[in-house]
């Protein structure tokens, strides 16, 4: 049963444009959600993080949106490069331990 | 320095052996986490312990088993390796459980 669903598997996205991730969860213990960006090759990488109490958060060209209600949240990159390039994966957790990945998605920023 | 380091990067053996991965992070943290990533780049956390204390256990098949033998480290030994066991193993750490985690750069395992 996958706890934290993600979409879309793959993104192609010009240079210049916004790429949206979109990911739901249905476990409401949830109360940390992080993005990890991984390199080919690499290990994942902490991008960006929310909790739940705060609607948007936004660290340079990344923004968090969260919607407590719907149980979704989703990551937008403003501008993007082709150094963007990668695979995102948001994840859950809260302080039982739980900790779950989405499923990724492969981006591909064209110059 | 390195935060997280993993040895080897690349291990490939057969099928019925027993293999060790290590892991060491040297940032402090109290808890570290091995997870495992398969060819679909899906992500499952396997093992966490805090504290050399196991604290996630995953279901997983008991020929992985872990070992800590200190905060700074955390041990990845298998058993009887299966085709199935091939994959990408990250460790990772954290201050605090669940939290912001630092990844290694990963072991990829192929068994033949």
């Known amino acids: 049963q996958q706890q934290v669903k993600q979409s879309p598997q793959s993104l192609i996205v010009q240079k210049g444009g916004i790429s949206i991730i979109n990911c739901a969860y249905e476990n409401t213990a949830f109360d940390y959600f992080p993005w990890y960006q991984q390199f080919p090759g690499k290990g994942p990488a902490l991008l960006i993080a929310?909790?739940?109490?705060?609607s948007e958060k936004k660290e340079g060209r990344f923004t968090i949106s969260f919607n407590k209600s719907a149980k979704q949240f989703s990551l937008h990159i403003m501008d993007s490069q082709p150094g963007d390039s990668a695979t995102y994966f948001c994840a859950a957790t809260n302080t039982g331990n739980q900790f779950y990945f989405g499923t990724g998605t492969s981006l591909t920023v064209i110059p | 320095d390195t935060a997280v380091s993993q040895t080897p990067k690349y291990l490939v053996t057969q099928m019925g052996n027993d293999k060790s991965i290590k892991c060491e992070q040297n940032l402090g943290h109290d808890t570290m986490y091995w997870y495992k990533q398969d060819s679909k780049k899906f992500l499952k956390i396997m093992f966490s312990?805090?504290?050399?204390?196991?604290?996630i256990n995953e279901t997983v098949p008991n020929r992985f088993s872990p070992k800590s033998p200190d905060k700074a480290h955390l041990n990845l030994h298998i058993n009887s390796l299966e085709l199935g066991d091939s994959a990408v193993y990250f460790c990772?750490?954290?201050?605090?459980?669940?939290?912001?985690?630092?990844f290694g750069p990963g072991t990829r395992l192929t068994v033949t």
């Open positions: 929310i909790r739940p109490d705060v």
């Open positions: 990772a750490s954290s201050q605090g459980q669940g939290r912001w985690q630092y």
């Open positions: 312990y805090n504290n050399k204390e196991l604290i």
